[in-house]
């Protein structure tokens, strides 16, 4: 009995690499579902942290810019092929603007431009978020249901451990150690996968929030000055 412990307990035996290959179809199932989970999330994290600084240095530089300009239509057209989040928000604002205002003279509906001019930045603001909080979706949905998943895992170790038990009337460590340390196995995976989903997911949504109420100050910013030329058509 000794002998039989020692084996089933060795270190070997043991490894990440030897519990995946000893656990039976269902508990490989899981283990391998999990970890191609924790890749999409580590794939996702780290595409989502270049595209949202970019994004945040890019508007950054493009409002300092804009707030230096005194000739908006010439400030447009040197940047209109800028692609940041505040740079979008500009184009829309301004399409708006020149759409309400082309050929009008005199007769312009300044309380309806004023309010297209709004609708139209709020929706370019809206636009801009969405892009950049394509596929955090997946960080959240990850990160709730990966645990569940896991622990699906050990229920189905624990149950085999105890069929284990039931086969060999045996109930020493040496019968139920494998089974309990793959369920625990897919326990770990499931966790590895869920707790940075849930971080990341967290600061990437605290990131955003700030980006959408700096887009909306600028948008606001900019709805004013429009409104002051309107003043003056």
């Known amino acids: 009995?000794?002998?039989?412990?020692?084996?089933?307990?060795?270190?070997?035996?043991?490894?990440?690499v030897a519990l995946f290959l000893q656990a039976d179809l269902v508990v490989k199932g899981v283990m391998v579902l999990l970890l191609l989970a924790s890749i999409w999330t580590w794939a996702i994290i780290i595409a989502s942290?270049?595209?949202?600084?970019?994004?945040?240095?890019?508007?950054?530089s493009?409002?300092?810019?804009?707030?230096?300009?005194?000739?908006?239509?010439?400030?447009?057209?040197?940047?209109?092929?800028?692609?940041?989040?505040?740079?979008?928000?500009?184009?829309?604002?301004?399409?708006?603007?020149?759409?309400?205002?082309?050929?009008?003279?005199?007769?312009?509906?300044?309380?309806?431009?004023?309010?297209?001019?709004s609708t139209a930045l709020g929706a370019g603001v809206a636009a801009e978020i969405d892009k950049l909080a394509e596929r955090l979706n997946w960080l959240a949905t990850i990160g709730s249901v990966a645990p569940f998943v896991g622990?699906?895992?050990?229920?189905?170790?624990?149950?085999?451990?105890?069929?284990?038990?039931?086969?060999?009337?045996?109930?020493?460590?040496?019968?139920?150690?494998?089974?309990?340390?793959?369920?625990l196995f897919a326990t770990a995976l499931g966790l590895f996968a869920a707790i940075p989903a849930v971080v990341a997911y967290n600061r990437f949504s605290h990131r955003l929030n700030r980006i959408e109420a700096r887009l909306g100050r600028f948008a606001d910013g900019f709805h004013a000055t429009l409104s002051r030329e309107l003043d003056g058509l």
């Open 49 to 60: 942290s270049v595209r949202i600084g970019r994004a945040a240095k890019g508007s950054d």
């Open 62 to 117: 493009f409002e300092r810019a804009f707030w230096k300009a005194e000739d908006v239509e010439g400030f447009a057209r040197e940047h209109r092929e800028n692609e940041v989040p505040s740079a979008k928000v500009f184009a829309a604002g301004l399409a708006e603007w020149r759409q309400s205002t082309k050929g009008r003279g005199g007769k312009i509906d300044r309380d309806g431009t004023r309010a297209r001019l």
């Open 1 to 16: 009995m000794n002998e039989m412990l020692s084996l089933s307990t060795d270190p070997a035996t043991m490894s990440p």
């Open 151 to 183: 622990l699906f895992g050990t229920v189905w170790g624990i149950m085999r451990s105890f069929t284990g038990i039931a086969a060999a009337q045996n109930t020493s460590l040496a019968v139920v150690a494998p089974g309990i340390a793959e369920a």
